[in-house]
């Protein structure tokens, strides 16, 4: 198998030295998922558990709270207003929404109607938006504030009549019926649509309520996008089992506040990928705000030690971790318990041991299984896996086999490396192709660098991901301009019209060639590091004045692994995300002893911004009878000006005479 462009990053443990964990599973009452509800409709499923309890909590967010009766009434108005301006077709309708309260109600009334729910997130580009609203066909687009308009005409909205039956439609629905499109980055350069059908569907929630022993006490985190497939089971595991939905928004709100939403909505399972726990884990103040997880969930990136020794540390003594393999092709895979007493040697955790109807098969290049200790590509063989590429037949035959022996049964080639002991237990070694996992995001850099190259100036673009000095993975552009020298600035800015922000890299390092290997390819292997030094910016460098400006410069070099930033240089500019940004404001808090909110960062993305948000957040800790007119007066100065009177406030906060 060839090498290029795969680098192993984590060292496995020789069959000698591998400790094996012990099978430690969930426990809890739950009642079992019985194999038989795969005959049935997800809507169907979903009235089952709206009778037996109706007024329990659906589901939860910031903005609202809905019952199993309420959401259900909700989903039915929105079957009956898309069967009336549609009839019965199996057709896709778009779900353009933001709520994701709303956007649940929406994907179960398209279900009830017998459509297929095609989620799309708002944030997205406008051009990935009219790709995927374009490429699907959609017939209906549903838009927040329940609006519905034709793709034809998107401005002509109609919002859905309050007044329409909320009682069960009550149409008859196959379980081989289609039933989602989500999209994901495509190999092609541009996103592949993902079809679900009913049966598939269930039997993803099957298999991880039994897995998971998830009952109606359970409280299920949702961080994502419902456009993304890791919503799925968070949603559906919940509402197809009586148990609650608890929606959060962490690419708005943060870590911070994700900490206090667990403990406010007293979440049981956590789902979401590595970064994102580990960013909670490490930012994590008050261990009670973890107290209720019993299961934490952890798919979409490679989990190591580190994860290992967060959990230990920060989770209590009854709660399970479960390292995953799925994807949205076949579901839940394969997965890997531990508990605080499981030792494991190696640096990064298997993905452990088969579930039921999933066999996993590991391949060499002509398709021959290869042996223990070997390393192949890893194949999926069941009878529930996806039903391929929405119209890319081509692609769908390429990924999925058929068998001839048992034409119930394809086999999906995951393009993902593996190797297993020969215990049965599975280590996933990274990407055979340049689809790539950074930050809970599943990526086709080639996505990214047919963007890039789109650009006038960009003769030749690579992106590749790598991992940071904290051990996050970020992605990283390597461009050949094609005469003039872009900015970080310019290239952020042309992407961002292009791309959601996930896709966008971190770091861009301009080349006057790309090196390649001896048959003329792109040797992936020799593209240097990034550099630490600053990156070329619109504004020119600033250096920081006062005590407070080169304190947070500091920070927010070491963040962002930057040798100096300067005092007007924008964040993001920089290469800062959501999740780092997050870091910032904790050590920012930390550091100077104030009470900042992540959205400061996003309001304030300059050093010099922000050290004036946090000059005022100083001064408001000061008891003075004058200090109210000294920060009403100080909105109307000059940054500099402001700045000078705070400083005085704070060394004299004693009120004039």
């Known amino acids: 198998m060839g090498d290029e462009g795969f680098v192993m990053t984590h060292s496995l443990p020789t069959e000698q030295e591998r400790i094996v964990a012990k099978c430690v599973h969930p426990t809890g ?78 994907i179960l009334g398209v279900l009830k109607a017998g459509k297929i729910y095609v989620p799309v997130d708002p944030s997205d580009s406008p051009a990935r938006i009219a790709f995927m609203l374009e490429h699907s066909r959609a017939a209906l687009i549903l838009s927040d504030g329940d609006n519905i308009a034709s793709p034809a005409e998107p401005g002509n909205r109609e919002k859905i009549p309050s007044e329409l039956p909320a009682d069960n439609v009550c149409l008859s629905v196959a379980p081989e019926a289609l039933a989602c499109i989500t999209y994901t980055s495509g190999s092609t350069g541009q996103p592949k649509g993902v ?16 897995a998971f022993h998830i009952s109606v006490e359970d409280r299920l985190l949702l961080v994502y996008s419902c456009s993304f497939s890791a ?63 019993r299961l934490i969930y952890v798919s979409s990136e490679a989990a190591t030690q580190r994860e290992a020794e967060l959990f230990r540390k920060h989770f209590p003594a009854h709660c399970v971790f479960v390292h995953m393999l799925a994807a949205g092709e076949t579901g839940h895979a394969r997965q890997y318990f531990i508990d605080k007493d499981t030792q494991i040697e190696g640096s990064v955790l298997p993905v452990g041991y088969e579930v039921p109807d999933k066999e996993v098969l590991l391949l060499d290049e002509q398709g021959k299984t290869v042996g223990f200790n070997d390393i192949g590509e890893i194949a999926i063989r069941s009878p529930y ?76 673009a690579v ?27 310019l290239l952020r800015r042309a992407l961002a019209e292009k791309l959601p922000q996930y896709m966008i890299p971190s770091a861009f390092v301009l080349l006057d060639d790309m090196p390649l290997t001896a048959t003329g390819k792109v040797d992936r292997q020799r593209l240097p590091e990034p550099r630490t030094a600053r990156p070329e910016l619109d504004r020119p460098f600033v250096t920081p ?21 300067g005092l007007d240089d924008n964040f993001f500019d920089l290469g800062g995300h959501s999740l780092t940004a997050a870091r910032v404001a904790t050590r920012a808090i930390k550091h100077f002893q104030v009470e900042l909110p992540l959205a400061a ?19 408001k800790r000061l008891e003075s009878g004058g200090l109210d007119r000294i920060l009403s007066d100080v909105e109307a100065l000059s940054e500099e000006e402001a700045e000078r009177v705070l400083t005085r406030a704070l060394q004299d906060p004693k009120p004039p005479a």
């Open 231 to 293: 919503s799925i089971l968070p949603i559906f595991g919940a509402l197809l089992n009586g148990a609650t939905v608890c929606a959060f928004d962490v690419q708005k709100e943060g870590t911070t506040a994700l900490a206090n939403w667990l403990k406010a909505q007293q979440v049981t399972a956590y789902f979401s990928g590595s970064t994102l726990f580990r960013h909670l884990a490490e930012s994590l103040v008050d261990r009670e705000a973890v107290s209720h997880i």
């Open 463 to 489: 992106v590749v991901a790598r991992d940071d000095a904290e051990g996050d993975r970020r992605l990283v552009a390597y461009i050949v301009p094609s005469a003039q020298r872009p900015t970080a600035s």
């Open 195 to 210: 079809m679900q059908n009913h049966r598939n569907f269930v039997h993803k929630v099957i298999t991880a309520t039994n």
């Open 601 to 619: 960062l996003f309001q304030a993305p300059t050093v010099a911004d922000m050290a004036l948000v946090i000059l005022k957040a100083q001064a």
């Open 385 to 460: 896996l996806a039903a391929g590429y929405w119209q890319l037949p081509d692609l769908t035959q390429a990924k999925f086999l058929s068998d001839p022996e048992h034409p119930e049964q394809r086999t999906y080639l995951t393009g993902d490396l593996g190797r297993m002991l020969r215990d049965g237990c599975l280590y996933h070694l990274g990407r055979k192709d340049f689809r790539v996992k950074a930050r809970g995001f599943t990526i086709d850099v080639s996505e990214t660098e047919a963007a890039l190259i789109s650009l006038d100036v960009v003769k030749e």
């Open 545 to 565: 004045r006062t005590p407070i400006e080169v304190e947070l410069a500091q920070i927010w070099s070491e963040v962002l692994g930057l040798d100096h930033v």
């Open 29 to 106: 009452r739950f009642v079992p998922f019985e194999s038989a509800a795969i005959m049935r409709s997800i809507s169907e499923r979903f009235e089952q558990m709206v009778a037996l309890h109706s007024d329990r909590i659906a589901v939860s967010t910031t903005g609202q709270v809905l019952t199993y009766d309420e959401l259900n009434q909700r989903a039915n108005r929105v079957a009956r207003a898309i069967l009336a301006r549609r009839g019965e077709a199996k057709e896709p309708i778009a779900l353009l929404i933001e709520d994701r309260a709303c956007m649940i109600a929406a």
